[in-house]
């Protein structure tokens, strides 16, 4: 990263998917987790430009191109730590399995899950745990384009189940493409997987090493808990007042 000087210096641009409510061009200050990063490289003189794409294409530019300073919004895996410099936490994930209540509840444990199709996104890890038994053949799952999609192929009984983030689905539910008879459909099991954080990817390189460490020293100024609960709360207001759907 280059020190702030000339007005080109001063934008760090990073590539990412849009996964809202974390980070989407379609929501304020490019969600919460781009709202948190925007914050920090403010303290540093910075102005961020998030620029979207699919997300294994988000990954390739996001570690490759010396347009991007690297990507997000990434959760931390033994792999990884092979390809990044990981910032700070700039948010906390809280995987669920979702199925239809007509279905009935298709079981608590992982284990419990063996013979059922999972939908699953390409490209997105799971924990070590899932991602292990997925690995050894213990668990059946079929890669989906996004969450959206996932989603959709529920309702259409495609998948017998899904794993999805608590917050993304909320945001897809309250959508306009989804409907208050679909909200209604929907239930969770919160209990198979931890709470996760999510992280900024700097490019694995010494001026990717550099930008993490800036990076992760001017975080220590910001009360980043208090950002995103409060970005949090306004996020569920804004859904709680949005007209229903017709």
């Excluded at 939908?119 to 690995?135: H, K, P, R």
């Excluded at 306009?176 to 239930?187: C, D, G, L, Y």
């Excluded at 990817?201 to 990717?208: E, I, S, W």
Aim: hydrophobic content about 40%.
């Amino acid at each position: 990263m280059a020190a702030p000087g000339a007005a080109s210096s001063r934008i760090v641009r990073f590539a990412a998917e849009d996964w809202p409510p974390f980070i989407s061009h379609s929501l304020p200050a490019d969600g919460m987790s781009g709202a948190m990063v925007s914050a920090v490289f403010e303290r540093l003189g910075y102005t961020v430009r998030y620029e979207y794409f699919p997300w294994k294409r988000a990954m390739q530019f996001g570690l490759a191109s010396p347009r991007y300073a690297g990507f997000l919004a990434v959760w931390r895996t033994p792999e990884r730590e092979k390809l990044c410099h990981f910032s700070v936490a700039v948010g906390n994930t809280q995987g669920v399995l979702a199925y239809l209540k007509e279905d009935g509840v298709p079981g608590a444990t992982l284990a419990e899950l063996g013979k059922l199709r999972i939908g699953t996104v390409a490209g997105y890890s799971n924990g070590e745990q899932f991602d292990g038994m997925v690995a050894r053949g213990e668990l059946k799952t079929e890669e989906g384009l996004n969450d959206a999609t996932n989603l959709k192929k529920l309702f259409i009984k495609r998948y017998r189940v899904i794993v999805i983030e608590r917050h993304v689905l909320q945001h897809l539910l309250m959508g306009r493409n989804f409907s208050k008879a679909e909200r209604e459909r929907i239930a969770i099991i919160d209990t198979v997987f931890k709470e996760r954080p999510v992280h900024v990817c700097f490019q694995r390189t010494a001026d990717g090493a550099v930008q993490q460490k800036r990076f992760n020293e001017a975080a220590r100024d910001i009360d980043t808990a208090r950002l995103e609960r409060d970005y949090w709360k306004r996020l569920d207001q804004s859904l709680a007042t949005a007209p229903p759907n017709p």
